[in-house]
């Protein structure tokens, strides 16, 4: 069945999809509009002369070759960490496999200031790799976990029975079913590479997003800052147009014959040891080293003064509005990713692909664009927490709509079509089958969206009301004084509180594999009488 | 299979339609805020950090008379901000941490005239020369070297004397800093365009050590990593305050008053040309001229006081006039592009 072809689907898709799927994009492509705007003001030939420039081309190819880098090391770490922590009898593997995902919840900003701080040496392009595939591995290993969780052991049986070793069927079973997890999670990482500013700003590798910045600093001159954007949008358009070529037509359920079991385990024996060193190795780098960094500034200065109620304050404007940003940003994304996901063609593409667009624009971008639109169009939300979650949609829809998509693709078209068959109608079918099925993946997508947005500097410092603090931004103003012992505790909080979701995002994907097999059986059983 | 000739004019209908949903929204509101929302609240963007000018900016509503509002984020950033707003701006004084960002401003036509009296209280070297700023403190460059490895301090008066080949590999700078930025844009002034690329070939030749900010630098020089650091007074001042003077190994050096090392850059402020409350804005600046604030300045943030009279009770500062004889037109600064450029050819980024 997993080799079979999807069909495209000869139906229209509901218009209770398309126009919320369709409002989701234009939400996306907010930004766009105001680049347009700057990069054009200064006529077609001067933001040719940005473009042609010999450094736009040196940045253009900087960025995308640390994108490539990090990314082909998360996917080594993260599909590796996934597989030893759901498929071997690693010792400590339930701890490991929370542990790897952890890092999530570490601001890249942090770990780079980390870093950077006990370590000088390490600026550059190796410090810059490093700290962004520590920080940014978790959008890989947790689709794979949950793939693997989800996988059809079967199938590997099959092969091994057939005579394949396990390296041989790991090769060319297993991975093919993990292909799509670890795609999406591979744009994830790469479109976060392309469009951070914080790491490769404090580790001082200069890439496209470093410039965009310095041109807002320096001259004021808002045209090349809109010209190189544009160019990560394009970056950002072919990267998720290669992703979801990539993704191939195969399909991704598994139904009817046979209940999802437990695969059996894989003995590590000798190599136990150093498949501990790895999962050790990683959390060090990922998780310790810049945590014990936040003790070392605690411990140091005198500056440790806490003002408590502020901190408190701090923490649950940082929970309220990231709430509301999860909550928005994937009421946005169901639509696109099931559109995405069950009636593929060249028109639900573009839809999926909008979402993205401005997924790699740097914050400061993101936030200028509402300032333009907002100060224009929308000026009783200006600097109030509707245009900040606005934000936050614009920057983190992606995230939700990967996740989303991801879970409808693995649950069995079928059994809409059974449904469809025994009479219920496609908006039904829609509220009893899909989106139940599409349940942990809408979960994850809002739990990724909500430690995102937890995170998120640039655009909440513009775009929240004045006076609003959130822990990210009482952060930046502690370290912006020098008074890293008072900055300590707002990052431990951050962390801590990013960590809660970031923890969930470790149970979804275990309740989602668990409660997977029994729902499945049921209702093929039902459907097969 | 939906065609994708429906979808593709739906979403411009989307997009189109909620930029319309704005644009009513937009209009019903010019008519509700008009003249009560401003006049009666100033609003400042402080590009200068919270924890260093809330006390102060804490208290200016009494001296004002009406309620304030503070936004706070980097100077760079509520420039980009303000420029974005234009004409639309609720912003009624713009407080900076550096000369380029109101001198950008100025530029775009942004800021309205201060009354005389406001600029008078500042001299001439830190204000702009249509009185559309003024500097509210300053901080200079400074070397700061570890004792241990440069006994020879005092013989160093200026910038060419770190070109020497003692000093190769023992520089510490941070590239990507604003201040150091405004040191480059300050020696071109000064020497001319091929001087100050013949000064950075032979300083990048040293092979100096980059740091990603001026703390970096200063922890490098404590620790001995490096001998001597570019860096503003006020880092080594604060270090200072926060571990105590013996904790603290690095010391710093003032350079020769003529020297370009020796830059005194300013924090300032200006009056945004759309305000309503032109008054409050402009008493806001007297206010952070006033003796009282300048001597906070001098005492918390160890800044230089740049109205006359006020010495810090607190930091070992010489007074201004002393240091800066030989300054440059802050106005000068917002020539950053070129200096940009120049730090990419030869290499120093």
Redesign the interface.
Known sequence: MTTSRTR???E??PVAL??PA??A???A?LPL?YLAVRATEGGLGAALEVLLRE?TARLVLRSLGLAAAVTAACLVVGVGLAWLTTRTDLPGRRTFGVLAALPLAMPSYVAA?AW??AV?GI?GFWGTFLVLTACTYPYVYLPVVAALRRADPSLEEVSRSLGRGAGATFRSVTLPQLRPAAAAGALLVSLYVLSDFGAP????Y?VLT?VIH?S???????TPAAVLSIVLVVLTVAITVGESRSRGRASQARIGSGVARRPPTVALGAMAPLAVAACVGVAGVALAFPVATLGYWLA????AALDLGRLVEAARSTVGVSLLGALVTTALAVPVGILAAR?R????R??EH?TYAGHALPG?VVA?SL???G??????IY?EVPLLVLGYAVLFLPAAVGAVRASVAQSPRRLEEVSRSLGLGPSAVLRRVTLPLAGPGIATGAALVLLTAMKEL?AT??LRP??MDTLA?RLW??T????Y??AAPYAAALVLLAAVPTFLLTRTHRVAAAADAPVLTETTEGAGR | MPSARLIAPALALGLAASLAACGSQTSSTVDGAGPDDSGDTLVIYSGRNENLVAPVLDRLEEAVGMPVEVRYASSSELAAQLLEEGDATEADLFFSQDAGALGALAKAEMLATLDEDVTALVPEDYRDGEGRWVATSGRVRVLAFDPAQVPQIEEITGIDQILEPEFVGTIGYAPSNASFHAFVTALRVERGEDEARAWLEDFSAQQPQAFEGNNAVLDAVDGGQVAVGLINHYYWFQKVAELGEDSVQARIHYLSSDDPGALVNVAGAGVLAGTDNSRAANEAIRFLLSTEIQQYFADETAEYPVVDGVRSTVFDLEPLAELGTDQIDLNELDSLDATLALLDEVGLT
Do not use: K, N
């Open positions: 495209r689907s000869s229209r898709p398309v126009v369709v409002v994009a234009a939400v492509l509009v450094r200031y950077i701080s000088p600026a700003s404090l580790l001082r200069d470093r310095a807002y600093r320096s001259s004021f001159d808002r140091r200065g005198s500056s009636y063609g060249r028109s639900t573009l839809l909008a400061v200028l300032v333009f639109l100060v224009r169009f929308a000026r009783p600097q640039p410092l513009l004045t006076g931004t103003t502690e912006g004084s020098g008074a012992a008072a």
